[in-house]
DNA sequence: CTTTGGATCGTCT
DNA sequence: GACGATCCAAAGG
């Protein structure tokens, strides 16, 4: 049983949306009739215009167009040339505010997810990191600027009856190197799927 | 277990 | 021309 994420709980800053993603479901259907479906298990928030590790620090470019769009829709970047990474933009239209996800548990669609994953042995490491997760799903960059709110999208997001974490355990974020000392990294606690990523601040 | 280096290319300087 | 919101395999302790 599960039901679109409500737009407005999108609506804001990106670290007051970040934790409120954690076990929602991003579910991804193919043309072949074929759901993958995982459950966020760990976040980012960016802060756009106004925060050094985001894509938006610098303003509007073709890239990070996404990011000033609506709160609702899906930012799809390339990441080291290799891999494919997805934030879930928040903020309100024309403020970028995004979301990276950054590892989901496997829930629906696993055979699929080992096709595109070949060679991984654990369920726990299929999606487990923001390009694996994209790989696991079948995210593109094709699919940047869908909206992850409406119904007829081939990428969604929804709530079940698995509620955020009370208590989500807080850290700096992984792999930046300006903007360390924020604790804008969101997980479940003690969830076996969550990133290898190691902070980039110091802790507390 | 941890550390290191290579892959690979669009974007911005 | 440099540099990533990364991943993986290989090598070292």
New binding site residues.
Partial sequence: MSRPFPRRDLVGDSTAVAPRLLNALVSVSDTDGSVRVGRIVEV?A?RGERDP????Y?GR????AT?FGPPGLL?V???????W?A?VVAGVDGVAE?V?IRAVEPVAGLDRMRGD?P??VREV?LAN?????CAALGVTGDDDGTDLCSPDSRIRLLRDGVAPPERPTRTT?????RGVEHRWRYLVPDHPCV?R?RPSGGGS
């Fill in positions: 980012e960016y590790a985001s894509h938006a610098r470019t073709a890239r990070n990011m930012y970047y390339r990441s080291y040339g290799i891999h990474c934030n995004a990276l994953r060679g991984i490491d990191g923001p390009g694996k997760l974020r992984v792999g930046i190197t990133s990523g």
